[in-house]
């Protein structure tokens, strides 16, 4: 299965690609997290990207495209992927699309996760990461068993620097305009799936897995 999550920031991607990729057996490829880990190591990319990501503006196209070509053409990928914040530009688009041709491949489905603006303002807001494994609560929808303590491996809670609520209108003005026009492009192209984003996380799964079946 090769597929495409897309939706504005805090429509529930990373939720669903992670619940995804377990179902599937299948890698979760996810950019934000890794330029978000680049910037952590201080590596030459993270050093170029981290006031982008700060600002919450997208990383240049053709900086995204070599890091993605790079990361779907190792081995664990042979049996399908799921992408997660990309592609988010039209560009990104065809150069993925010049990308599976040369190497003989085709995407099963594009799914456009909706919810409101003011859902998604909501949920980034509130939306708190694992400092240590990166795991994501939310404090109302998805709270830890214990405050500020991860379920998973106890470490701390934090909020993302780009997840405050200026930044946050700016990534929604972003996906607006540069993103949203990706959903005319696989549309044309048959592959979109549009998917109730306002939905429960499990009902959200089942739907994303049902049309996504659905050739
Ligand atoms: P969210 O899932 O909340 O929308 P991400 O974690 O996907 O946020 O992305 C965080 C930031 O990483 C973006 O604001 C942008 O700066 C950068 N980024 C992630 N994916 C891409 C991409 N495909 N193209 C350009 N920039 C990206
Ligand atoms: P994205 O990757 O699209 O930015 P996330 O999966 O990180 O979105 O979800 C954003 C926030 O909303 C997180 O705090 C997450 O716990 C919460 N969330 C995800 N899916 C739902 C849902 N269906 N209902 C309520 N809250 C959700
Ligand atoms: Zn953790």
């Known amino acids: 299965m090769k597929i495409v999550l897309i939706g504005p ?12 990729a377990v179902h599937w057996k299948i890698p979760r490829i996810t950019t934000g997290d890794l330029f978000r880990q680049a910037v952590s190591e201080k590596t030459p990319l993270g050093l170029k990207v981290q006031g982008l990501l700060e600002k919450g503006s997208l990383v240049p196209d053709e900086i995204v495209l070599g890091l993605m070509e790079e990361r779907m053409s190792k081995p664990d990928c042979k049996t399908g992927f799921i992408l997660d914040g990309f592609p988010r530009t039209v560009g990104q688009a065809e150069g993925l699309e010049k990308w599976l041709g040369r190497v003989g491949l085709k995407l099963d489905s594009v799914v456009a996760l909706e919810v409101s603006k ?22 109302h929808f998805q709270p830890p068993k214990q405050e500020g303590r991860c379920d998973v491996c106890g470490g701390s809670l934090v909020q993302r620097k780009d997840d405050e609520e200026k930044t946050v209108r700016h990534r929604l003005e972003v996906y607006d305009k ?22 429960k996380p499990n009902a959200v799964f089942e739907e994303i897995k049902a049309s996504s079946l659905i050739k």
């Not at 920031?9 to 995804?20: F, I, M, R, Y």
């Not at 696989?186 to 984003?197: D, E, S, T």
Request: glycine share 14%.
């Open 178 to 199: 540069e993103t949203a026009p990706l959903l005319a492009f696989y549309q044309k192209k048959g592959l979109l799936k549009k998917v109730n984003g306002l939905q």
């Open 9 to 20: 920031p805090g429509a529930g991607k990373g939720t669903q690609a992670e619940k995804l």
């Open 118 to 139: 003011e859902e998604a303002v909501g949920r980034i807001t509130g939306r708190r990461q694992c400092a240590s494994c990166g795991n994501t609560y939310h404090l």
